[in-house]
């Protein structure tokens, strides 16, 4: 079975503070992906980032970085210097190589930057 | 590059009433794929699409949720009897046939069963 754990449900930070969203995830396959998708108020989900199982590189794109660790299975996101745009709910999902590219989805975070 | 197309944005029925939601795809993407999000939680598959054919529907409600995708573009899902547990905004996202992996969500339909 595969799942993914967005232990934080909801996360509230002041503008220009750094916040991180953990994400863990559990699979019995060796090839696998990772990603983190963008929901803002109006709905639609917004790609951020694909990982795959073999590349443990972290990654910067801006105020975005992320951190995988497989000896943790953990897919962690940072925003640094938050600001209000970033108020979304925050999605971390897995695929199999052998899914068809469905992605199983973690709950979401819900992060809120206020002024 | 125009997005994944969704229709109708919201829609209120009664219990045991039915209901069809559209989705048209990004022009040449062969996988496609409906989610179900209940409020507060996550996306949920209930079916994917390869070109017309069924890749997983073990998720779907069979029993009242049924969809199809004639000539492998546009789709409809529908849900026939409606239950109040089927208040949710029901996804559509689409992928090419690369291995990026990367689905290009709608904005959805919010569907409110009452």
């Known amino acids: 079975a595969q799942k993914v754990t967005q232990a934080q449900t909801e996360i509230s930070v002041v503008e220009k503070e750094d916040v991180t969203l953990d994400c863990v995830y559990e699979t019995r396959h060796t090839t696998y992906y990772l990603f983190w998708y963008k929901q803002p108020p109006s709905g639609e989900l917004v790609f951020l980032i694909r990982r795959n199982s073999f590349d443990e590189q972290n990654e910067i794109s801006g105020r975005y970085s992320w951190n995988f660790q497989k000896s943790t299975s953990s897919f962690n996101f940072t925003i640094t210097a938050s600001q209000v745009v970033d108020s979304a709910v925050y999605f971390c999902?897995?695929?199999?190589?052998?899914?068809?590219?469905?992605?199983?989805f973690g709950k979401g975070t819900s992060l809120l930057v206020t002024p | 590059e125009a997005g994944v197309a969704q229709s109708p944005r919201y829609k209120i029925i009664e219990k045991r009433q039915s209901v069809a939601f559209w989705c048209n795809p990004i022009?040449?993407?062969?996988?496609l794929y409906w989610y179900q999000q209940i409020l507060g939680q996550g996306p949920k598959l209930l079916i994917q699409?390869?070109?017309?054919?069924?890749?997983?529907d073990s998720q779907l409600p069979k029993d009242r949720f049924s969809a199809e995708r004639l000539k492998g573009v546009d789709s409809t899902l529908k849900i026939q009897p409606a239950k109040l547990e089927d208040s949710a905004v029901y996804l559509c996202a689409t992928s090419s046939q690369t291995n990026t992996g990367e689905l290009f969500f709608g904005e959805g339909s919010r569907l409110t069963v009452l």
């Open positions: 022009s040449g993407h062969a996988t």
């Open positions: 999902a897995l695929r199999n190589s052998n899914s068809g590219y469905a992605l199983n």
């Open positions: 699409f390869q070109n017309n054919g069924v890749v997983d």
